[in-house]
């Protein structure tokens, strides 16, 4: 007998047709081009917040590091110790008779005899030359620790010009890490403590670098302690990378050490305040004026009657870009984003004089995100006002 078989629907073989194939492959590659480019957008905006982060951080902590020692810049201890005649310091910046030591704190140009005066701060009569603030409009000459190391009175001067790569020098009292003279003269130190030890121990008396300051050096006059710090901030080419850093000389040693990567520009302008007048024979001595003059560059300052003693506030001005080497972006888009870098140069003329210039096109390969900070900080070391 034949049998004859004959399938169920169970069994017949079943499957889709070629148009439901390619709309499930094409719903395929759309999730798929979804999800790959929700990724790499991911990862584009997590590399542009590095980029922020890489920029933000470092300029954030070098302009509260400036903000700090142009604070502290002209700073002496009027209650602390000479080490020469025993008598606190405020002996040597103020003496009722003497009209010069009284025109340190109204800064007239000339005294009431038609004697012209250059200019000079109470901190200088400790440290003769040496100004609590001084700048360059490019490099500075000689070194920090060349200053506090020589015996004479300190000379400063400036090296080559440049627009965009500035120095700044400050100098202020600070705590020595040397012992006083005698165990009996420590209580009559204001800032000095009791030993030498305790002076590392408390961390005191350190320049930008956390190097202690150096020893005074022998044939000084005045005769000077260990105690004054000169931090000095300039921009210089890293050597082994070609990257350009921030760097800090101190006082305390002859290397500078850098500080912040990527530092592009570093540009700075001086507000001054206006000169005082000497009264007339018998009349009180006023307080200067608090008048504010316009932010003048370096060589303005230093030609100026009264040169940098009348420094009132320091605008800082830093432009840095994302460190790279290797001329590719920082993050994707970046340069399409921002396709002009910002700087730090102002116009000279014309109705914007003062303003910044117009953001700068970008070097040939140059895919780095830019970003300019700014920061006006008062010396508030910059006394106007007479001591009667």
């Given at each position: 007998m034949k049998t004859t078989f004959r399938p169920t629907a169970s069994s017949i073989q079943s499957g889709v047709t070629l148009v439901e194939l390619l709309i499930s492959i094409t719903i395929g590659l759309v999730l798929l081009s979804a999800i790959g480019l929700a990724y790499?957008?991911?990862?584009?905006?997590?590399?542009?917040?590095?980029?922020?982060?890489?920029?933000?951080?470092?300029?954030?902590?070098?302009?509260?590091?400036?903000?700090?020692?142009?604070?502290?810049?002209?700073y002496v201890d009027i209650f602390d110790t000479d080490n020469s005649s025993n008598l606190p310091q405020a002996g040597t910046i103020f003496v009722p008779g003497s009209e010069?030591?009284?025109n340190l704190y109204v800064r007239a140009t000339t005294l009431s005899d038609g004697t012209a005066v250059t200019g000079s701060t109470p901190f200088t009569q400790f440290f003769p030359g040496l100004s609590p603030i001084f700048g360059c409009d490019g490099d500075m000459n000689g070194t920090p620790y060349d200053i506090s190391i020589t015996p004479g009175p300190a000379t400063l001067a400036c090296g080559t010009a440049s627009t965009t790569k500035h120095t700044l020098q400050i100098a202020y009292q600070a705590a020595s890490t040397a012992a006083p003279p005698t165990a009996t003269a420590a209580?009559?130190?204001?800032?000095?403590?009791?030993?030498?030890?305790?002076?590392?121990?408390?961390?005191?008396?350190?320049?930008c670098n956390q190097q202690s300051l150096t020893a005074a050096p022998a044939g000084a006059t005045p005769a000077r302690e260990a105690k004054f710090v000169i931090n000095r901030y300039f921009v210089a080419e890293n050597s082994s990378d070609h990257v350009n850093e921030l760097y800090c000389s101190g006082s305390g040693n002859s290397t500078a050490q850098p500080l912040v990567r990527g530092v592009e520009e570093f540009v700075l302008r001086y507000q001054t305040a206006?000169?005082?007048t000497v009264p007339a024979v018998g009349a009180p001595w006023l307080s200067a004026p608090n008048a504010q003059q316009q932010y003048a560059s370096a060589a303005t300052v230093a030609a100026s009657a009264l040169g940098w003693s009348n420094?009132?506030?320091?605008?800082?001005?830093?432009?840095?870009?994302?460190?790279d080497t290797g001329g590719a972006a920082a993050a994707t888009g970046t340069a399409v984003l921002q396709p002009k870098r910002p700087t730090c140069e102002r116009e000279t003329t014309g109705s914007n004089i003062g303003n910044f210039k117009a953001d700068v096109?970008?070097?040939?390969?140059?895919?780095?995100?830019?970003?300019?900070?700014?920061?006006?900080?008062?010396?508030?070391?910059?006394?106007?006002?007479?001591p009667l």
């Open positions: 790499v957008n991911s990862t584009n905006i997590t590399r542009q917040r590095e980029n922020q982060s890489e920029l933000n951080d470092p300029a954030s902590m070098v302009l509260s590091m400036l903000r700090r020692d142009i604070s502290a810049a002209g010069q030591l009284r209580a009559q130190y204001s800032l000095l403590a009791a030993t030498a030890a305790a002076a590392v121990t408390a961390g005191e008396g350190r320049d206006a000169p005082g420094v009132t506030a320091v605008e800082v001005c830093i432009v840095s870009a994302t460190v096109n970008r070097a040939t390969g140059d895919n780095r995100l830019w970003k300019r900070f700014t920061s006006v900080t008062t010396v508030r070391n910059a006394i106007f006002a007479s």
